[in-house]
């Protein structure tokens, strides 16, 4: 019991790092158009690189074409109807509603990603390795940034402080969930993981393609692609090194 405890405690750890990144975000205050568009581009080259060099190939791996390609396209179509849903509302949306939208879905995406970013530091905690531990670490340092783009929007939206620290909580409880989740789960079939992974990759690339990449490119271009090559290194830079 100790030792699930333990286990479940690095998974919560993981995930309140995005509360981190929130928190930097509300120290500094709302941020400007230059530096909210590389935070954006940040979060975007982490997210892309994320789905590119983790998600989408741990999935390939564990199910193949023909369990990636449903999950892929459900993530996408999950978080398209989402977008939808939330701007239904407001044909013309404001500048304001525009980022609290934006912070919603990012939000979204972010909870689908960390569920089986919470299977997966299970399964490494199952191997006889000290890779639980070290996914735990990558994770948590991926989740800064995340929550850094979660509250920067949220903030330029007009959201209070307390409401964007609670949000980012809510969302940091995911990762010990799916942790608990995949130690029930994963031991009796892995069956579920490789659709999970796909279906994170696909509203995470949604999120990139259609919010984050092209907000940031529109604040300042340079910066944003600044962001995006940030972004993308620092998950390079965790993939060759945790």
Known sequence: MNILGGILFMA??????????????????????????????????????????????????????????????????????????????????????????????????????DLPEGLAIAAGFGEPSRLGPLLALAIALHNIPEGMATAAPLSAGGLAPGQVLALNGLVSLVTPFGCWLGMLLLQASPVFLPSLLAMAAGAMGYIVAAQLWPESHRLHPPLARLGLLGGTLLVVWLNLFL
């Not at 990144?21 to 120290?27: E, Y």
């Not at 980022?99 to 990603?113: E, Q």
């Open 12 to 113: 919560l750890l993981a995930g309140l790092s995005t509360c981190l990144g929130a928190v930097l975000v509300l120290v500094w205050g709302r941020p400007g158009r230059r530096s909210f568009a590389f935070f954006l581009g940040l979060a975007a080259g982490v997210m892309l690189a994320v789905v590119v060099l983790d998600l989408l190939p741990a999935s390939l791996n564990a199910g193949g074409l023909s369990r990636a390609l449903p999950g892929f396209a459900a993530g996408l179509l999950f978080m398209a109807a989402l977008d939808l849903c939330l701007n239904k509302d407001q044909p013309v949306p404001g500048v304001g509603y525009r980022y609290l939208k934006m912070g919603y879905l990012i939000a979204a995406g972010i909870a689908l990603h």
